[in-house]
């Protein structure tokens, strides 16, 4: 499992929870992990949180591994300490919205999620803000597969609880109150990681065809996002070889992928 959090006061909860420790090596973030779990601190920020992500993205070789962005937020109308999934991430001045998919089934709250340049004070609408989310996404579904990208916060203030001052301890307090609900979060995503795994035969095929064309890091993720998704919607082994075979380079492979499962998408 891989997260993204800002502050390292909001990480620290995970760190004790999974053990984790401190990369030695050179990185340009500081990086947290085990065997099984990464932490990417990115500090606060849309574009701290995009170069994170893609950092992250690059790092990863299990191309199925989910990706979180976890930290505090304020809320228009959720008490203080309220955990929740964003349903719907926006930023005010970008057109694109996100909607990361439901499928995580706990009894946790959902809430539309702002992502703002600064800290929300006034709270205008009955939603969370936050600053990091947005550009989260808009990174992190070029590569990973959408199911597999959860934005979750705690709510740190609201209207009636407003952060007048902001102490790194109230992030840890708030973050370690919820861990559990978190691990939950974490054993459910790593679950349907697992059951996206492609075939070995597929997998063999990824890598022929990246043996003849030339992929960048995020290309890479790309093809096989596409080809994951090709499969699910149930185009044969040998219809995918056929395609991906004919195309002249990389590039236009993914164009032509891309073109041939846009008809199927609109039907599911």
Not at 45 to 58: E, P
Not at 163 to 171: D, E, Q, R, T, W
Request: with cysteine.
């Amino acid at each position: 499992m891989n997260f993204i959090i800002s502050m390292q006061a909001e990480a620290r909860p995970l760190i004790d929870k999974f053990r984790l420790t401190k990369r030695n090596r050179p990185s340009p973030f500081p990086v947290f992990e085990s065997k099984l779990h990464k932490v990417i601190i990115s500090g606060i920020g849309r574009m701290q949180a995009a170069a994170a992500t893609g950092f992250l993205i690059g790092e990863m070789k299990n191309m199925h591994g989910a990706i979180i962005n976890l930290g505090i937020s304020g809320h228009g109308e959720f008490p203080t300490g309220t955990p929740y999934l964003a349903n719907r991430v926006f930023h005010p001045e970008n057109k694109t919205i996100h909607y990361p998919p439901p499928v995580l089934n706990l009894p946790i709250a959902r809430s539309a999620l702002q992502t703002c340049d600064s800290p929300e004070m006034k709270y205008p609408q009955p939603i969370g803000y936050d600053m990091e989310a947005h550009a989260f996404c808009s990174t992190a579904y070029k590569g990973i597969t959408r199911e597999l990208v959860q934005v979750t916060k705690v709510v740190s203030d609201n209207p009636k609880d407003p952060l007048a001052s902001f102490h790194p301890k109230i992030a840890t307090t708030l973050i370690s109150a919820q861990i559990e609900s978190i691990a939950e979060i974490v054993e459910q995503l790593e679950h349907l990681s697992q059951e996206l795994k492609l075939e070995p035969e597929v997998l063999d095929m990824i890598g022929q065809v990246k043996s003849v064309h030339h992929f960048s890091v995020t290309q890479s993720h790309q093809l096989e996002k596409l080809v994951r998704h090709a499969h699910a919607l149930g185009f044969e082994i040998a219809e995918l070889k056929s395609l991906l075979a004919s195309s002249p380079n990389g590039k236009s492979l993914l164009s032509s992928l891309d073109q041939k499962l846009e008809p199927l998408r609109m039907l599911q």
